[in-house]
């Protein structure tokens, strides 16, 4: 079907936010005519999309993968020793502590694939807390008005003891089709309704550690926004321990399936698969809206890559009759914005660019999570994802087999990452966090107990390049900074859309932020070590303590070491380990040995700090560049994400968030697409259709079952 040069809407970025307007819209109304206008490949069907368990194969920047853009950090941080670039998980992951250099190189990733995010993201489901929303301080977006919005979107197919999840919607929410165990592996039961409450081992084992040192099992940490409605004060949830607290963590994969549930397969596809108004253009980049004064009546496009005769820019304009909406993420849209005159007047003039609207604050306040990782060694029973990311031909044979076969069962329908928790520190540990983080959770944190400060997870496996780790079994600790206080921006150099961006990350240039990661590393190292299959620190992955110090990574227990490689030939030492490495090996495994918490110096601390500064890095849960605040404090977008001083032009994606969202981000963006397509709908006369179209693949959903009524 050839493709109209007018539409009534054009969505510009097909991510989670993009998709979820342009199906809703599409699907409200048959007549309306919708264009989708996606940089990245097209996902349907893509295997290597929808197979939960390899998705850290998306995050590749080998050449062949595409599914990401990079973005260079160009600033220096003086926070971080120098460092000008963050990197990815998986460079960060591959690298000992001598490589540091080679890391600095690494540019931070965002998608690049119809689907944005939801395609090649980790699947791990969580959702804001309800003072992150009501915190938005604007009418219309309260935790309360955003209730029946969060349930339109989910299928959740776990059970639940509270009433803020959807079941008949298109993102589909379970704890996978088979869990990754450490000593065992459980298959969820997909062809019956009763819900089988299998749990890993090693989520088993996380669990139990976590509440030996003081963090709670709760059976829903997503689900306490219910209770602070209801109560209607945040300050009760401390007590409830919600925003303190661990569980099973669930994932946007469906349990009927096995497939991974992302935005385009379930807002996108299933309109197309019945209706002809929603028009897919992709591989092609927005590169302006076109404005008639200030008024939005299309854009112009160009081909992802530039590979025309000499380098010419190629562009196409489609034109909208009713409205552009920008979905094109948080590192996207400032950029079209800017590129169509939107944005500090001054830059404009600069580099050119007619002036429609002076908003300083387009590209400004770019937000993140902090990720930091640390790696332990497990026994060698245990088992892990690791011989499957190593390579080994047998095991990724089998793997790949097994989803062949029953998909809904297989192993890769997990992304291996079964248990986590929220945390807020003690009276006592606010002590020890020093004034700078003090301050801040005086005016941030204090009075909102649903906020949590880290967030932490298990994951089955070393998040790591196998090629430079010893062989064996791994656990990762996977932390991130739920509310950090610095703040980056991104801006355009030029009006040509295929020149790269000025962007600083801001990482770290709040001196505040390094205590909360320095305490959460202590944190899920206690865990770590209290747990059963615990058998000591890759030391490589650690803060280079002073080897002196009772606090210093102590590597592998020499037993389980013969045990992986009992064949090998000695050198030197009788122990088979080489002196004037960094490994120490560390004490043999005792069952009943009850631990005391490690002792950190000043010294000690210092030595987590220059570690967070050196492998501190994006969770990519980014936003904030196109703020929905009033206009004279730079907001960009209204409340209902109009573009101040522009008509017919809204951006919605979470780079409207004038604030973070203690969460990973998905289930956010989702939410602000529904909201952001019912306004739309409001504006247009239209009313959104629920349920929405069939998603393909998946089964349609046949109402509660049991396991999942509210009780
Ligand atoms: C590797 C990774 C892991 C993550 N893990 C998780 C997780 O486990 N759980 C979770 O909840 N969240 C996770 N997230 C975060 C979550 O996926 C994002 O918050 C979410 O996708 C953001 O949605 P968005 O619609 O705002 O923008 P995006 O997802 O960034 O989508 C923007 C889209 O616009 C397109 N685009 C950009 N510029 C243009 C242009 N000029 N023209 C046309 N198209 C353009 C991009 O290709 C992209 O498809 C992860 C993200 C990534 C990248």
Redesign the pocket.
């Known amino acids: 079907m050839g493709h109209p040069q007018e539409v009534d809407v054009i969505v510009?970025?097909?991510?989670?936010?993009?998709c979820v307007v342009a199906g809703r819209l599409a699907y409200a109304d048959p007549n309306l005519k919708v264009m989708l206008?996606?940089?990245?490949a097209n996902n349907r069907d893509d295997p290597w999309v929808y197979r939960p368990g390899i998705f850290v194969r998306?995050?590749q920047r080998d050449g062949i993968n595409d599914k990401?853009?990079f973005y260079t950090d160009t600033k220096a941080s003086s926070y971080m020793r120098g460092r000008e670039e963050h990197c990815s998980v998986s460079r960060t992951l591959s690298i000992s502590q001598g490589d540091r250099e080679a890391e600095l190189n690494e540019p931070l990733?965002?998608?690049?694939?119809?689907?944005?995010?939801?395609s090649?993201?980790?699947?791990?489901?969580?959702r804001a807390s309800a003072s992150d929303w009501d915190d938005f301080k604007t009418p219309g977006w309260t935790a309360k008005d955003l209730l029946p919005l969060m349930k339109r979107l989910e299928n959740y197919q776990k059970p639940t003891n509270n009433d803020t999840h959807g079941y008949d919607g298109p993102i589909a929410i379970s704890n996978g089709g088979t869990i990754t165990a450490l000593g065992s592996a459980f298959i969820l039961s997909s062809d019956t309704n009763v819900y089988t409450d299998f749990v890993s081992s090693a989520a088993h084992d996380f669990l139990r550690a976590s509440d030996s040192i003081g963090i709670p099992f709760s059976d829903d940490i997503q689900g306490k926004l219910e209770l602070c409605l209801k109560l209607g004060q945040h300050s009760f949830l401390l007590d409830l321990d919600t925003s303190h607290a661990s569980e099973i963590w669930a994932k946007?994969i469906n349990r009927h399936t096995g497939r991974r549930s992302d935005a385009a397969t379930a807002y996108v596809h299933s309109v197309m698969d019945v209706q002809n108004n929603l028009f897919l253009r992709t591989n092609?980049?927005?590169?302006r809206v076109i404005f008639e004064g200030n008024k939005a009546v299309g854009v112009a496009?160009v081909p992802a890559r530039n590979r025309a005769h000499q380098g010419q820019t190629l562009e196409t304009i489609v034109k909208a009759r009713k409205c552009v909406v920008l979905?094109?993420?948080?590192?996207?849209t400032p950029?079209?914005l800017e590129r169509s005159g939107v944005g500090s007047a001054e830059l404009l003039k600069k580099l050119d660019i007619k002036v429609v609207s002076d908003l300083p604050g387009v590209g400004e306040q770019y937000q993140d999570h902090y990720t930091t990782l640390s790696i332990y060694r497990v026994s060698n029973e245990s088992q892990t994802l690791d011989d499957f990311l190593r390579g080994d031909k047998e095991v990724q044979k089998e793997l790949f087999q097994e989803w062949e076969v029953s998909p809904e069962k297989a192993r890769l329908s997990s992304n291996a990452i079964d248990a986590g928790f929220k945390i807020r520190p003690t009276e006592a540990e606010l002590k020890e966090m020093g004034p700078e983080f003090n301050k801040l959770w005086d005016t941030y944190f204090k009075d909102k107990p649903d906020k949590p400060v880290m967030f932490g997870s298990i994951v089955s496996a070393a998040y790591a390049d196998h090629s430079l780790l010893p062989p064996g079994k791994y656990i990762t600790m996977f932390q991130y900074l739920e509310y950090p206080a610095s703040r980056g921006k991104i801006h355009i150099q030029s009006a040509n859309?295929y020149v790269e961006p000025d962007f600083d990350s801001g990482f770290m240039n709040d001196k505040a932020d390094f205590a909360p990661i320095r305490w959460s590393y202590k944190k899920t190292r206690e865990v770590a070590r209290r747990m059963d299959a615990f058998r000591g620190e890759l030391t490589s992955h650690h803060p280079r303590f002073h080897p002196a110090s009772p606090a210093a990574a102590k590597d592998i227990d020499i037993q389980t070491a013969k045990g992986i490689l009992p064949e090998r030939v000695h050198c030197r030492h009788s122990h088979g380990m080489l002196r004037g490495t960094w490994h120490a090996p560390g004490e043999p495994y005792n069952a009943a040995k009850v631990h005391e918490d490690i002792k950190y110096t000043e010294e000690d601390d210092k030595a987590i700090d220059d570690w967070i500064a050196d492998h501190v890095e994006t969770?990519?849960?980014?936003?904030g560049t196109c703020a929905m605040k009033p206009r004279e404090e730079g907001g960009v977008v209204d409340g209902r994400l109009n573009v101040f001083g522009t008509e017919n032009l809204k951006c919605v994606?979470?780079?409207i968030c004038p604030d973070n969202l203690g969460?990973?981000?998905?289930?956010?963006?989702l939410l602000?697409?529904e909201k952001g397509a019912s306004l739309l709908a409001e504006d247009l006369g239209l009313k959104i259709k629920t349920p929405h179209a069939p998603v393909p693949h998946a089964p349609v959903p046949k109402g509660m079952p049991a396991t999942q009524q509210v009780r």
């Open positions: 510009a970025g097909g991510g989670p936010a993009g206008i996606e940089g990245g998306n995050m990401a853009t990733r965002c998608a690049n694939i119809l689907g944005g995010g939801s090649i993201n980790f699947q791990m489901y969580t946007y092609s980049r927005v590169s496009y979905s094109s993420g948080t590192l996207g950029q079209i859309p969770t990519w849960h980014s936003l994606d979470l780079s969460t990973n981000t998905y289930s956010s963006a602000v697409g």
